[in-house]
């Protein structure tokens, strides 16, 4: 998590931290360059998924600023990391962060999956005709 990457889960992706605790740079906070950016510099560095970039490699290109998250407790930041190059985590000695991450994806992060049985909506044989549209829609990928 200390070097640039863009997370894999899906194709895009919402996070969204939240600071339990006061973090400025000494904190190791999440760290975006913006998407647009991202993209290019992905193109630039012949970038794969799952790999981590060096600074060294990715900030002589960099032509945008990159921004740190940062503030008091309760601090909140949406971010789609699958987009945004990132890093969290650089902390210096001794001294931490305490965040909440709650992660969205889509339903079609199982298609992603490398495990052939996460490719097919797991939750599928769950459903009854009594659940509703949504609940349908979160167990199988579908409101049928």
Request: positive net charge.
């Amino acid at each position: 998590s200390q070097l640039y990457h863009c997370d894999h889960a899906d194709t895009r992706q919402v996070k969204i931290f939240v600071y339990l605790t006061d973090t400025d740079a000494s904190h190791g906070p999440l760290t975006v360059i913006p998407a647009r950016e991202s993209a290019r510099l992905r193109a630039v560095v012949g970038y794969r998924w799952k790999q981590r970039v060096k600074d060294e490699e990715l900030l002589p290109l960099l032509k945008e600023k990159e921004v740190a998250f940062t503030g008091k407790a309760g601090t909140t930041a949406m971010v789609d990391t699958c987009a945004n190059f990132h890093y969290g985590s650089r902390v210096s000695a001794p001294t931490s962060r305490t965040v909440v991450v709650f992660q969205y994806l889509s339903q079609e992060n199982f298609l992603m999956s490398p495990i052939p049985a996460l490719r097919r909506y797991t939750y599928a044989h769950l459903v009854s005709s009594s659940h509703s549209p949504v609940q349908r829609a979160v167990l199988c990928g579908s409101a049928r």
